[in-house]
Protein backbone atom coordinates (compact mmCIF):
# COMPACT_ATOMS: atom_id res chain seq x y z
CA UNK A 1 0.00 0.00 0.00
CA UNK A 2 1.43 3.44 -0.69
CA UNK A 3 2.40 5.41 2.12
CA UNK A 4 0.71 9.06 1.44
CA UNK A 5 3.74 10.54 3.71
CA UNK A 6 6.39 9.59 1.62
CA UNK A 7 7.44 10.22 -2.20
CA UNK A 8 5.38 8.50 -4.77
CA UNK A 9 8.26 7.01 -6.88
CA UNK A 10 11.19 4.26 -6.25
CA UNK A 11 14.69 4.43 -5.37
CA UNK A 12 17.11 1.81 -6.67
CA UNK A 13 20.68 1.04 -5.31
CA UNK A 14 23.10 -1.33 -6.23
CA UNK A 15 24.43 -2.85 -3.31
CA UNK A 16 27.44 -5.31 -2.71
CA UNK A 17 29.56 -4.90 0.87
CA UNK A 18 27.85 -1.93 1.05
CA UNK A 19 27.91 -1.99 5.29
CA UNK A 20 30.20 1.01 5.73
CA UNK A 21 28.38 3.35 3.62
CA UNK A 22 25.05 2.43 3.07
CA UNK A 23 23.37 3.48 6.12
CA UNK A 24 24.37 7.00 5.38
CA UNK A 25 22.88 6.49 1.24
CA UNK A 26 19.39 5.02 2.93
CA UNK A 27 19.17 8.04 5.24
CA UNK A 28 18.98 10.35 2.29
CA UNK A 29 16.30 8.33 0.40
CA UNK A 30 14.11 7.83 3.54
CA UNK A 31 11.23 9.20 2.47
CA UNK A 32 10.33 7.65 -0.73
CA UNK A 33 8.03 5.15 -0.45
CA UNK A 34 9.93 2.36 -2.04
CA UNK A 35 13.52 1.41 -1.51
CA UNK A 36 14.92 -0.87 -4.23
CA UNK A 37 18.03 -2.78 -3.02
CA UNK A 38 19.46 -5.09 -5.99
CA UNK A 39 21.94 -7.11 -3.19
CA UNK A 40 24.87 -9.19 -5.05
CA UNK A 41 25.19 -11.14 -2.02
CA UNK A 42 27.10 -9.37 0.52
CA UNK A 43 28.28 -10.74 3.17
CA UNK A 44 28.74 -8.22 5.80
CA UNK A 45 25.60 -6.34 7.72
CA UNK A 46 24.46 -4.80 3.85
CA UNK A 47 21.47 -6.71 3.97
CA UNK A 48 20.60 -6.11 7.60
CA UNK A 49 20.86 -2.66 7.36
CA UNK A 50 18.96 -2.79 4.19
CA UNK A 51 16.01 -4.32 5.75
CA UNK A 52 16.34 -1.62 8.73
CA UNK A 53 14.98 1.03 6.38
CA UNK A 54 11.96 -1.18 4.68
CA UNK A 55 14.27 -1.81 1.81
CA UNK A 56 12.85 -4.11 -0.90
CA UNK A 57 15.20 -6.48 -1.49
CA UNK A 58 16.42 -8.35 -4.64
CA UNK A 59 18.83 -10.52 -5.67
CA UNK A 60 21.46 -9.17 -8.47
CA UNK A 61 21.61 -12.48 -10.07
CA UNK A 62 18.81 -14.72 -8.76
CA UNK A 63 20.74 -18.11 -9.35
CA UNK A 64 23.83 -17.65 -7.49
CA UNK A 65 24.52 -17.87 -4.36
CA UNK A 66 28.34 -16.08 -4.40
CA UNK A 67 29.09 -12.47 -4.06
CA UNK A 68 28.71 -11.20 -7.51
CA UNK A 69 31.89 -8.92 -7.53
CA UNK A 70 32.52 -8.98 -11.39
CA UNK A 71 29.18 -8.01 -13.17
CA UNK A 72 29.10 -9.11 -16.84
CA UNK A 73 26.05 -6.23 -18.14
CA UNK A 74 25.40 -3.98 -15.96
CA UNK A 75 22.91 -2.36 -18.47
CA UNK A 76 21.07 -6.06 -18.25
CA UNK A 77 21.15 -5.63 -14.47
CA UNK A 78 19.70 -2.02 -14.25
CA UNK A 79 16.84 -2.79 -16.94
CA UNK A 80 15.39 -5.72 -14.45
CA UNK A 81 15.50 -2.95 -11.90
CA UNK A 82 13.22 -1.06 -13.88
CA UNK A 83 10.70 -3.47 -14.08
CA UNK A 84 10.95 -4.35 -11.05
CA UNK A 85 10.40 -1.08 -9.70
CA UNK A 86 6.88 -0.37 -8.34
CA UNK A 87 6.60 3.32 -9.75
CA UNK A 88 6.62 4.77 -12.46
CA UNK A 89 9.19 7.39 -11.15
CA UNK A 90 13.08 5.82 -10.55
CA UNK A 91 15.86 7.64 -8.93
CA UNK A 92 19.05 6.29 -8.35
CA UNK A 93 22.06 6.24 -6.16
CA UNK A 94 24.63 3.81 -5.53
CA UNK A 95 25.47 2.53 -1.98
CA UNK A 96 28.37 5.32 -1.39
CA UNK A 97 26.57 8.71 -1.86
CA UNK A 98 23.76 10.40 -0.81
CA UNK A 99 21.35 12.84 -1.75
CA UNK A 100 21.04 15.95 -0.71
CA UNK A 101 17.76 17.46 1.28
CA UNK A 102 17.25 19.85 -1.33
CA UNK A 103 17.37 17.28 -4.01
CA UNK A 104 14.83 15.10 -2.30
CA UNK A 105 12.44 17.83 -1.54
CA UNK A 106 12.62 18.39 -5.41
CA UNK A 107 12.52 15.35 -6.83
CA UNK A 108 9.04 15.17 -4.12
CA UNK A 109 7.63 17.90 -5.91
CA UNK A 110 8.62 16.75 -9.25
CA UNK A 111 6.79 13.46 -8.50
CA UNK A 112 4.02 14.51 -7.01
CA UNK A 113 2.93 17.04 -10.11
CA UNK A 114 0.30 15.51 -12.18
CA UNK A 115 1.28 18.02 -14.89
CA UNK A 116 4.20 16.43 -15.91
CA UNK A 117 6.64 18.95 -17.61
CA UNK A 118 9.65 16.44 -17.85
CA UNK A 119 9.98 12.83 -17.87
CA UNK A 120 13.51 12.70 -17.96
CA UNK A 121 16.12 15.01 -15.61
CA UNK A 122 19.29 15.62 -15.20
CA UNK A 123 20.87 15.94 -11.73
CA UNK A 124 24.18 17.75 -11.08
CA UNK A 125 26.68 16.31 -9.26
CA UNK A 126 28.78 17.72 -5.87
CA UNK A 127 31.59 16.00 -4.22
CA UNK A 128 32.25 15.89 -0.43
CA UNK A 129 36.51 15.24 -0.29
CA UNK A 130 36.98 14.14 3.60
CA UNK A 131 33.96 15.36 5.12
CA UNK A 132 33.96 18.98 3.34
CA UNK A 133 32.42 19.90 -0.02
CA UNK A 134 34.54 20.32 -2.88
CA UNK A 135 32.62 23.54 -4.60
CA UNK A 136 35.29 24.10 -7.91
CA UNK A 137 36.28 20.35 -9.73
CA UNK A 138 36.86 19.35 -12.95
CA UNK A 139 34.39 16.84 -13.62
CA UNK A 140 31.75 20.14 -12.79
CA UNK A 141 28.65 20.25 -13.25
CA UNK A 142 28.50 16.33 -13.99
CA UNK A 143 25.04 16.10 -15.05
CA UNK A 144 22.96 12.95 -15.03
CA UNK A 145 19.97 11.13 -15.97
CA UNK A 146 19.47 10.21 -12.30
CA UNK A 147 15.66 10.74 -12.37
CA UNK A 148 12.80 9.38 -15.25
CA UNK A 149 9.35 8.10 -15.50
CA UNK A 150 9.70 4.76 -16.74
CA UNK A 151 6.31 5.47 -19.00
CA UNK A 152 9.07 7.76 -21.69
CA UNK A 153 10.58 4.16 -22.31
CA UNK A 154 14.12 4.99 -21.31
CA UNK A 155 16.45 2.19 -20.58
CA UNK A 156 20.08 1.47 -20.07
CA UNK A 157 22.80 0.62 -22.73
CA UNK A 158 26.18 -0.21 -22.74
CA UNK A 159 28.52 -1.93 -19.77
CA UNK A 160 30.64 -1.20 -17.51
CA UNK A 161 29.87 2.38 -18.13
CA UNK A 162 26.29 2.16 -18.49
CA UNK A 163 23.89 4.99 -20.10
CA UNK A 164 20.24 6.07 -19.96
CA UNK A 165 19.05 6.03 -23.72
CA UNK A 166 15.97 7.96 -24.29
CA UNK A 167 14.33 10.26 -27.04
CA UNK A 168 15.83 13.32 -26.49
CA UNK A 169 12.93 14.93 -29.00
CA UNK A 170 10.23 13.60 -27.63
CA UNK A 171 11.45 13.75 -24.00
CA UNK A 172 13.46 16.65 -23.84
CA UNK A 173 15.38 16.41 -20.12
CA UNK A 174 14.88 18.91 -17.70
CA UNK A 175 17.65 19.70 -14.76
CA UNK A 176 16.97 19.80 -10.77
CA UNK A 177 19.11 22.56 -9.04
CA UNK A 178 20.71 20.48 -6.09
CA UNK A 179 22.97 17.66 -6.71
CA UNK A 180 23.43 14.58 -5.17
CA UNK A 181 26.88 13.71 -3.44
CA UNK A 182 29.77 11.74 -4.57
CA UNK A 183 32.43 11.03 -1.49
CA UNK A 184 36.15 10.94 -1.82
CA UNK A 185 39.23 10.14 0.35
CA UNK A 186 42.60 10.45 -0.02
CA UNK A 187 42.96 6.63 -0.98
CA UNK A 188 40.52 6.77 -3.87
CA UNK A 189 42.91 7.71 -6.17
CA UNK A 190 43.91 4.32 -7.59
CA UNK A 191 42.77 3.45 -11.16
CA UNK A 192 40.26 0.52 -11.27
CA UNK A 193 41.79 -1.35 -14.19
CA UNK A 194 39.11 -3.94 -14.39
CA UNK A 195 36.74 -1.22 -16.01
CA UNK A 196 39.27 0.40 -18.32
CA UNK A 197 40.09 -2.50 -19.86
CA UNK A 198 36.25 -3.14 -20.38
CA UNK A 199 35.79 -0.07 -21.84
CA UNK A 200 38.77 -0.49 -24.45
CA UNK A 201 37.50 -3.74 -25.19
CA UNK A 202 34.34 -2.23 -26.63
CA UNK A 203 36.14 -0.42 -29.33
CA UNK A 204 38.22 -3.49 -30.58
CA UNK A 205 36.42 -3.24 -34.13
CA UNK A 206 37.10 0.31 -34.73
CA UNK A 207 37.92 0.63 -38.36
CA UNK A 208 41.45 2.53 -38.96
CA UNK A 209 40.07 6.18 -39.43
CA UNK A 210 37.41 5.65 -36.13
CA UNK A 211 40.98 4.32 -34.22
CA UNK A 212 42.18 7.69 -35.43
CA UNK A 213 39.21 9.68 -34.44
CA UNK A 214 38.31 8.42 -31.51
CA UNK A 215 41.10 6.61 -29.53
CA UNK A 216 43.81 9.00 -30.42
CA UNK A 217 42.55 12.24 -31.17
CA UNK A 218 39.91 12.20 -28.95
CA UNK A 219 41.97 10.73 -25.61
CA UNK A 220 44.93 12.59 -26.40
CA UNK A 221 42.56 16.19 -26.73
CA UNK A 222 40.44 14.98 -23.42
CA UNK A 223 43.41 14.53 -21.24
CA UNK A 224 44.38 18.13 -22.73
CA UNK A 225 40.90 19.23 -21.63
CA UNK A 226 41.34 17.75 -18.02
CA UNK A 227 44.76 19.87 -17.31
CA UNK A 228 43.33 23.36 -19.24
CA UNK A 229 40.34 23.21 -16.96
CA UNK A 230 42.56 22.12 -14.06
CA UNK A 231 44.74 24.82 -14.49
CA UNK A 232 41.94 27.42 -14.37
CA UNK A 233 40.15 25.92 -11.72
CA UNK A 234 42.77 26.51 -9.27
CA UNK A 235 44.10 30.23 -10.80
CA UNK A 236 40.46 31.25 -10.29
CA UNK A 237 39.60 30.08 -7.34
CA UNK A 238 42.96 28.54 -5.61
CA UNK A 239 43.09 25.38 -3.87
CA UNK A 240 41.27 25.53 -0.46
CA UNK A 241 37.63 24.96 -1.56
CA UNK A 242 39.00 22.94 -5.33
CA UNK A 243 39.31 19.56 -5.79
CA UNK A 244 43.31 18.10 -4.38
CA UNK A 245 45.71 18.05 -7.67
CA UNK A 246 46.00 14.59 -6.95
CA UNK A 247 42.26 13.68 -7.75
CA UNK A 248 43.38 15.53 -11.50
CA UNK A 249 46.29 13.76 -11.67
CA UNK A 250 43.87 10.17 -11.30
CA UNK A 251 42.08 11.65 -13.88
CA UNK A 252 44.84 12.00 -16.45
CA UNK A 253 46.54 8.85 -15.26
CA UNK A 254 43.14 6.53 -15.78
CA UNK A 255 43.04 8.79 -19.40
CA UNK A 256 46.42 7.82 -20.55
CA UNK A 257 46.56 3.78 -18.99
CA UNK A 258 43.03 4.02 -21.35
CA UNK A 259 44.98 5.27 -24.29
CA UNK A 260 47.53 2.21 -23.62
CA UNK A 261 45.05 0.14 -23.36
CA UNK A 262 43.59 0.97 -26.84
CA UNK A 263 46.74 0.91 -28.45
CA UNK A 264 47.96 -2.19 -27.26
CA UNK A 265 44.83 -3.66 -28.44
CA UNK A 266 45.38 -2.40 -31.40
CA UNK A 267 49.34 -2.97 -32.11
CA UNK A 268 49.96 -5.82 -29.90
CA UNK A 269 46.84 -8.04 -29.45
CA UNK A 270 43.84 -8.72 -27.95
CA UNK A 271 43.02 -7.53 -24.25
CA UNK A 272 41.38 -9.87 -22.04
CA UNK A 273 39.53 -8.56 -18.58
CA UNK A 274 40.93 -9.25 -15.04
CA UNK A 275 40.31 -12.54 -13.78
CA UNK A 276 40.65 -10.76 -10.14
CA UNK A 277 38.00 -8.83 -9.63
CA UNK A 278 38.87 -5.44 -8.45
CA UNK A 279 38.27 -4.03 -4.73
CA UNK A 280 34.57 -4.35 -3.77
CA UNK A 281 33.80 -1.04 -2.40
CA UNK A 282 35.11 0.27 -6.02
CA UNK A 283 33.04 -2.23 -8.00
CA UNK A 284 30.09 0.79 -8.80
CA UNK A 285 32.16 3.26 -9.26
CA UNK A 286 30.79 3.11 -13.23
CA UNK A 287 29.33 6.33 -13.57
CA UNK A 288 27.93 7.51 -16.60
Excluded at 166 to 195: C, L, M, Q
Excluded at 219 to 246: E, H
Excluded at 271 to 285: D, G
Aim: net charge positive; proline share 7%.
Amino acid sequence: MPNNDKIPATVRILTLQGGKSLRKALESVKDFDEILVFDGNSTDDTVKIAKEYGARIEKTYPERNEPNVLIGDWSEVVNRVIKAASYDWLFYIDQDETASPGLIQEIGEIVSDSNIKHYIYKVPNKVIHNGKIVEHAISYPGYQPRLFNRKSGAFYEDTPHYALVYDAKKYPPGITKNPWYVYTEDSDTSPKRHFIILTAMKDKDQTWWQFFRWSVFDKLFGILKIIIKACFIYVRYGFKDSMPPVFVWAKIEEKLILFWYLMKQRFIGPLKPHTKPPQQYSVFKNNQ
